[in-house]
């Protein structure tokens, strides 16, 4: 690693691999550092290198107790609420998205592509009014990826993706039996017809098998940053096939940009745009993991906020 990047007490370690191998710039980092832990100037303008590298620390310690205590008060508010009432009286169960065989010419070309009316009006008005309430939402723990995610499906094994059945998937993710409207949609979700569905976008003449790997809700606001960054290594020898959907719920329209619309770039730092949403209403922007495409969020802004649910879909 570079002897400059060594030297910044603002790079901790554990990110030199996500430089090397992601691609994250250290520049959008440091900045991404700053905006986390809010360093106050007087820190950062030290020029004596061992006292402002033992304060930063000292401010990383605390900050990351504060957002813990936070934390544990969203936790056992969420644990409090013990069924959400207002999905008992309505438990819509007809999830539609479009059909999206008209896209995959887009998205053979140009590797990605951005769907307007993701959702059936239904859908979409059910999803909206039954998105659960910050507390079941951790606070972000990482300044390159500042926001909070939540209602985490990961399963990366091929093998358990082919043989669980949908029940049993569900079944590992935290508090989905709560909301029973968002059970149906990951039931939904993970389904064989809604990954023939979004499998249209390639072209899927061999008939491969693919399924949903990874679903969960994010909710984003002020301040929130995801660096622009790569999914897959950078050296992309054995790796497999995969689509990322990242479907926006909400957001504030009259300003996309800082409202958290994930953009796709062609550097790492913002420069130079290749595609940014400019509607986050019931929209999705697809795209392959497998072309080197950097994607990420610039710091939100001020009464900007965001939700979406964000999908992955591997070939296995
Ligand atoms: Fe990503």
């Not at 400059?4 to 710039?25: R, V």
């Not at 991404?32 to 007087?42: G, M, R, S, V």
């Not at 669980?164 to 079944?171: G, L, M, N, R």
């Given at each position: ?45 030290l020029n004596n290198l061992f006292l402002k590298s033992a304060l930063i620390y000292v401010y990383r310690k605390i900050f990351n107790q504060l957002r813990k205590v ?70 972000g723990e990482s300044p390159g990826k500042f926001y909070s995610f939540s209602f985490i499906f990961d399963m990366i094994d091929s093998n358990l993706l082919k043989q ?11 508090n989905l039996n709560k909301f029973p409207i968002l059970e149906n949609f990951y039931k939904f979700i993970l389904s064989k017809n809604t990954s023939n569905n979004i ?118």
């Open positions: 690693m570079d002897s400059l990047i060594e030297k910044d007490p603002l790079i901790q370690k554990n990110i030199y691999i996500k430089i090397k191998n992601h691609g994250w710039s250290p520049e959008s980092y440091r900045k991404a550092e700053i905006n986390f832990y809010k360093f106050p100037k007087l820190i950062l303008n936070v934390n544990i008060k969203r936790k056992i508010f969420s644990k409090l609420n013990k069924l959400n009432k207002k999905n008992n009286s309505n438990n819509f169960n007809e999830f539609k998205i479009r059909d999206l065989s008209s896209y995959s010419k887009t998205f053979q070309e140009k590797g990605y592509c951005f769907v307007s009316n993701f959702f059936d009006e239904n859908s979409y008005k059910n999803l909206l009014g039954n998105w659960p309430n910050q507390n079941y939402f951790a606070l669980k059945s949908t029940d049993e998937k569900i079944k590992i993710v935290k499998t249209k976008v390639i072209n899927n003449s061999n008939n491969e098998i693919w399924n949903c790997c990874l679903t969960l809700l994010t909710h984003a606001k002020e301040e929130s940053f995801l660096i622009p960054h790569m999914d897959g290594y950078i050296q992309r020898e054995n790796v497999p096939k995969s689509i990322n959907v990242g479907i926006f719920i909400d957001g504030n329209n009259e300003n996309p940009k800082g409202s958290g619309a994930l953009g796709l770039y062609e550097d790492n730092e913002f420069k130079k745009p290749i595609f940014i949403p400019e509607n986050l209403k019931n929209t999705a922007l697809i795209y392959d993991t497998q072309k080197t495409i950097y994607h990420g969020f610039n710091f939100m802004e001020k009464n900007c906020y965001r939700k979406t649910i964000n999908l992955a879909f591997k070939q296995c």
